[in-house]
């Protein structure tokens, strides 16, 4: 699972590849404004860099001259396969692999695959980097029963009403849910006062909470 930052010149032409891609697991955020000039929060907080095959040629060569120094994945998405030849002088120019729009979950799923999986050696040391704690971090008692609940489950993951009945003993109410979205946000919040730029617990619209497997929570929290 990834932070995917797509970019095109028409957001709603991108819903149902973004639907695709979130029924993956991933985290996906859809943007025209941005290719005016890509914010220094979202470089950050993205993993990969989706190009829209509604951009043309020439913007993604912008685009791929600009991300030089920021050692991101880019991805290209397109309509029809590419000869060799050409695809050779897109790798050269920075991008790390081709998705196609008309698919299903099932080939999408492979396709990011076989990418991710050449480009292991970069999200080993984008992981790397996101493991180095700066130090402790101070969790209230249920933020900490937050904490080692979704540690303890396959996958760092939890449904809302299974950390609901988890921690209160009882079905999820409205107000409970409203108290474990604030308690989640301010795990996130104390994280990020440390300086650490990546997503505490990750939120899977519709699913549940998934705690950062790129944490080292070993070294970041205390028991209180």
Request: contains cysteine; proline residues 4%; neutral net charge.
């Amino acid at each position: 699972m990834g932070k995917i930052l797509v970019l095109t010149n028409n957001v709603y032409a991108e819903q149902s590849f973004q639907s695709m891609l979130q029924v993956l697991s991933h985290e996906v955020y859809c943007s025209k404004s941005a290719l005016k000039g890509l914010p220094a929060e979202l470089i950050t907080y993205f993993d990969i860099l989706l190009l829209s095959e509604t951009i043309p040629d020439l913007d993604v060569l912008d685009i791929l001259s600009t991300m030089k120094s920021k050692n991101k994945l880019i991805i290209r998405k397109i309509d029809i396969p590419l000869p060799p030849d050409e695809k050779e002088e897109w790798v050269k120019n920075g991008i790390a692999g081709w998705l196609s729009q008309n698919t299903t979950i099932e080939k999408l799923r492979e396709e990011l695959d076989v990418i991710i999986r050449s480009n292991k050696n970069y999200f080993t040391s984008i992981s790397a980097v996101k493991t180095t704690l700066p130090g402790k971090v101070k969790f209230s008692k249920i933020e900490y029963r937050i904490i080692c609940a979704l540690l303890e489950q396959e996958g760092y993951f939890m449904t809302r009403p299974q950390l609901c009945l988890h921690l209160w003993n009882e079905q999820p109410s409205n107000s409970r849910l409203v108290q474990l979205s604030t308690m989640v946000n301010n795990i996130r919040r104390k994280v990020r006062l440390e300086g650490i730029e990546d997503d505490a617990i990750k939120t899977l619209w519709n699913k549940g909470y998934q705690l950062s497997p790129t944490l080292d929570w070993a070294s970041l929290y205390q028991k209180i």
